[in-house]
């Protein structure tokens, strides 16, 4: 039902068609979308910003992290269930809180997904140089390694005539597959999840050879007043992993293009976060067995370095660095892929541009909307340190995934409105207030740990995207139309 005010007019509660798009997901592609943006992210370069924050105690910001992501998983598994369509938290909100709170949504998601694509491919940078180091003793130029923006003591610093050439190049890669069809996508995303456990598994295993009980004590830093150490610093690196668990997102952005999407996209989310979480902490406990936690900071490719350190030999470095360079790749071009279909999703309610929403005939995807998105994306990792970034996406996930949460009792009142008490498909135990308020609670606790500078600059863009709801989108919006 269409309301005239924009903070409560809804679309309807009803599963959206395709629009155009092709329903050709089933189960295991959509879970091993939600793997490829989830597993490689945290573990492969977010250690060396989590770990000088909490210490060995890391451990338990990817548990406080997991458990929340938990929560939020199983919210995300009812909303799925009752509203599948593209664009995941953006439709699920849109359907229940309204045209306003669903923009907002999309604001945060719009950010998540396009810094978190960007940070990837800065990190999948490091491995390569390291690969290349390991094999045939030759580092690309620093001058094109390097970002021109930069974190400093004071702020930003800018350096002139540096650029970081892998992450474009990489996001260019990724681009032209998008482009050419959601089947050739999504393949290619399976092999390289498989290739990628593959590798985390090799990790542990040469890992474990090292461990050293040693490594654990102390378990917490002293704390220093600043977001580091102790229980402060624990939630710090909560904060700073929690982007890992976008993942989830992802797999419900391709609920238009799921073959029955109530029951597939559900069990989907439900396999990545069980997947997700026994990685994430079987590789953290490895790492900090094998090394120090003072060794953790400012270390590039870090797993790499932390196996040829422990055997005294090249090739488990090799094996990892070329491992990562072919698995993260997945990475990168599953968060392009889901900042896509949360602007197709909203072009077709008009509150953006209806050139995002174009689909071209011959490969079904959303062409147009690809190639703006990985040219954003490509200028930003070609100039923003990833130091940047990390604390950002979080910021956007935790308020998304926050939103998404309250959606649950909305859609549970709904539902007794209109006398469909039992609903269909997967449903949160414990009723619609528990879990929930639980999954909310969870996402402000880790949030208030971020740095001042992160809640500033996601002000701002929230500014600016509320300034371009009120001055476009709302009299564009299809339910403003008669």
Not at 305 to 320: R, S
Request: charged fraction near 10%; glycine fraction near 10%; aromatic fraction near 10%.
């Amino acid at each position: 039902m269409t309301a005239s005010s924009p903070f409560t007019r809804k679309k309807s509660f009803d599963a959206e068609s395709s629009g155009g798009l092709e329903r050709s997901l089933g189960v295991t592609p959509l879970a091993m979308l939600g793997i490829g943006a989830t597993i490689g992210t945290g573990i492969f370069f977010v250690l060396p910003e989590a770990v000088p924050k909490a210490g060995p105690a890391v451990i338990l910001s990817f548990v406080i992290a997991a458990i929340t992501a938990g929560l939020t998983a199983l919210c995300y598994a009812e909303l799925s269930a009752r509203i599948p369509g593209s664009g995941s938290s953006y439709t699920f909100t849109y359907a229940t809180l309204g045209e306003f709170a669903a923009y907002a949504v999309a604001a945060c998601l719009l950010l998540e997904y396009g810094l978190a694509a960007s940070a990837t491919a800065i990190g999948w940078s490091a491995y390569l140089n390291n690969f290349l180091d390991n094999t045939i003793g030759w580092q690309i130029p620093e001058a094109l390694r390097s970002p021109m923006i930069v974190a400093g003591k004071e702020g930003a610093e800018f350096h002139a005539g540096k650029f970081n050439l892998p992450p474009v190049l990489l996001v260019a890669l990724c681009c032209v597959l998008l482009t050419r069809g959601v089947k050739d996508s999504v393949g290619t995303n399976t092999v390289l999840v498989w290739i990628k456990i593959a590798v985390l598994l090799f990790f542990a295993a040469v890992a474990f050879t090292g461990f050293n009980s040693a490594h654990f004590t102390p378990f917490f830093f002293a704390e220093d007043g600043k977001g580091v150490g102790g229980m402060t610093g624990v939630t710090a690196a909560a904060a700073t992993v929690f982007f890992s668990f976008i993942g989830l997102d992802t797999v419900a952005t391709g609920g238009a293009e799921a073959k029955d999407p109530r029951r597939t996209v559900p069990v989907a989310i439900l396999i990545a976060l069980l997947v997700v979480s026994g990685a994430y902490f079987l590789v953290a406990v490895a790492a900090v067995g094998a090394q120090p936690a003072a060794k953790f900071a400012g270390q590039d490719a870090g797993l790499a370095v932390i196996v040829k350190d422990v055997t005294g030999q090249a090739w488990p470095a090799i094996v990892l660095s070329a491992g990562a360079v072919i698995s993260v790749f997945s990475v990168t071009l599953v968060s392009l892929y889901g900042q896509t279909r949360i602007l197709y999703a909203m072009s077709r309610d008009g509150l953006i541009g209806e050139r995002f929403a174009r689909v071209d005939e011959a490969t079904r995807t959303p062409r147009i909307n690809t190639l703006i998105v990985s040219m954003v994306v490509a200028a930003i990792a070609g100039t923003v340190d990833s130091g940047f970034l990390w604390d950002m996406v979080s910021m956007g996930t935790l308020t998304a995934f926050a939103l998404v949460s309250a959606a649950v009792p909305v859609v549970r009142a709904m539902q007794a409105r209109e006398g469909n008490v039992a609903g269909d498909g997967f449903r949160v135990p414990f009723g619609p207030y528990l879990i929930p308020f639980a999954s909310i609670a969870s996402c402000l606790y880790i949030m208030k740990d971020l740095s001042r500078t992160t809640f500033v600059v996601f002000g701002v863009w929230i500014a600016v995207a509320l300034a371009w709801y009120f001055a476009f989108s709302m009299r564009h919006s299809a339910l403003a139309k008669p």
